[in-house]
């Protein structure tokens, strides 16, 4: 099975204070996606990224940044200037490469005070 | 519009009761899963289907049955067999060969058992 591990289970920053969510995968696919997904206190979770593992370019998407090292596995998340609407909890999605099986890791929940 | 609808969104069952919890999809999408997701303990896997009249176990099946009888729907039942149903239930799915593609979520089904 595709598996990641997210080791942090809560961080808690001061707004507009950067954050790094830390996440590792294994998989045994050579080619594969990788996902991060945020889950507000609604409940529903939401897709933020899909990357390849052919590409490993650091992607910018306003205040998030996502850094992709396939040597080591990772593919972190850091979220630039926090917001109070930031406050979810991440989940690292496991690689997707064809494998039916997805383990999600524990995620990590976020809180941004004001 | 297209998505996923779980229902119901709230339910209370009394010990030793079965209670079956609905997950109807419009996005023509093969895949289908049910996670459970506790306090700190992020989404485990129940049950997976990806096709018709297929499913497999994930890694807390013991306590829940499932069936796929048609494409877009993927319903799991909660038996008097689970110890500790008391959770949230997300179900989700995914394009069909597309591994590329994100799971599309739910708004999830809270259980307590009274």
């Known amino acids: 099975a595709q598996k990641v591990t997210q080791a942090q289970t809560e961080i808690s920053v001061v707004e507009k204070e950067d954050v790094t969510l830390d996440c590792v995968y294994e998989?045994?696919?050579?080619?594969?996606?990788l996902f991060w997904y945020k889950q507000p206190p609604s409940g529903e979770l939401v897709f933020l990224i899909r990357?390849?593992?052919?590409?490993?370019q650091n992607e910018i998407s306003g205040r998030y940044s996502w850094n992709f090292q396939k040597s080591t596995s990772s593919f972190n998340f850091t979220i630039t200037a926090s917001q109070v609407v930031d406050s979810a909890v991440y989940f690292c999605?496991?690689?997707?490469?064809?494998?039916?099986?997805?383990?999600f890791g524990k995620g990590t929940k976020l809180t941004v005070n004001p | 519009d297209g998505g996923i609808t779980q229902s119901p969104k709230y339910l209370f069952r009394k010990e030793g009761q079965n209670v079956t919890l609905s997950c109807e999809q419009n996005?023509?999408?093969?895949?289908m899963y049910w996670y459970r997701q506790d306090p700190g303990q992020g989404l485990r896997l129940i049950y997976y289907?990806?096709?018709?009249?297929?499913?497999q176990k994930g890694d807390i099946a013991e306590g829940y049955s499932v069936s796929r009888e048609k494409k877009e729907s993927f319903p799991l039942t909660v038996t008097s067999a689970q110890k500790n149903p008391t959770a949230f239930y997300l179900c989700?799915?995914?394009?069909?060969?597309?591994?590329?593609?994100?799971?599309?979520f739910g708004e999830g089904s809270r259980l307590t058992v009274l």
């Open positions: 999605a496991p690689p997707q490469g064809g494998s039916e099986k997805l383990v």
């Open positions: 998989t045994r696919d050579t080619t594969y996606y």
């Open positions: 990357r390849n593992s052919f590409d490993e």
């Open positions: 996005l023509n999408h093969d895949a």
């Open positions: 289907s990806q096709i018709v009249n297929d499913f």
């Open positions: 989700a799915s995914m394009g069909s060969g597309s591994y590329t593609g994100e799971l599309f």
